[in-house]
């Protein structure tokens, strides 16, 4: 099993940065890439971005591209999203989730282990 803790969410005005962190522990030899996700209230879970666990390939939804960036820290088994020009639509819980292959990796039904989700607020 993966356990995944996420970390970095809060209030923040728009215009705005966060970094969110999703620290992974236990059989990360089965990962094989990383996405996150969000959640806002009355609304359907959405990709955001993914990247490949070796971080060589990330992928990003046009509703955030340019704006976040996904990474991951060689060093340890976590993966950041640096979030700039934040603004009220990205207002929402947000999830870091493994798969196992690439596959369709905007596609939720695809990732196997999930965090507990952390929530973002972007005030105007």
């Known amino acids: 099993q993966v356990q995944l803790v996420e970390s970095g969410g809060g209030l923040v005005q728009a215009g705005g940065s966060l970094r969110l962190s999703c620290a992974a522990s236990g059989r990360t030899s089965s990962i094989y890439v990383m996405g996150w996700f969000r959640q806002a209230p009355g609304k359907e879970r959405e990709f955001v971005a993914v990247i490949r666990w070796n971080g060589s390939r990330t992928y990003y939804a046009d509703s955030v591209k340019g704006r976040f960036t996904i990474a991951r820290d060689n060093a340890k088994t976590t993966v950041y999203l640096q979030m700039n020009s934040l603004n009220g639509e990205d207002t929402a819980v947000y999830y870091c989730?493994?798969?196992?292959?690439?596959?369709?990796?905007?596609?939720?039904?695809?990732?196997?282990?999930w965090g507990q989700g952390t929530q973002v607020t972007v005030s105007s």
């Open positions: 989730a493994t798969a196992p292959a690439w596959g369709r990796p905007w596609i939720s039904g695809q990732y196997d282990y």
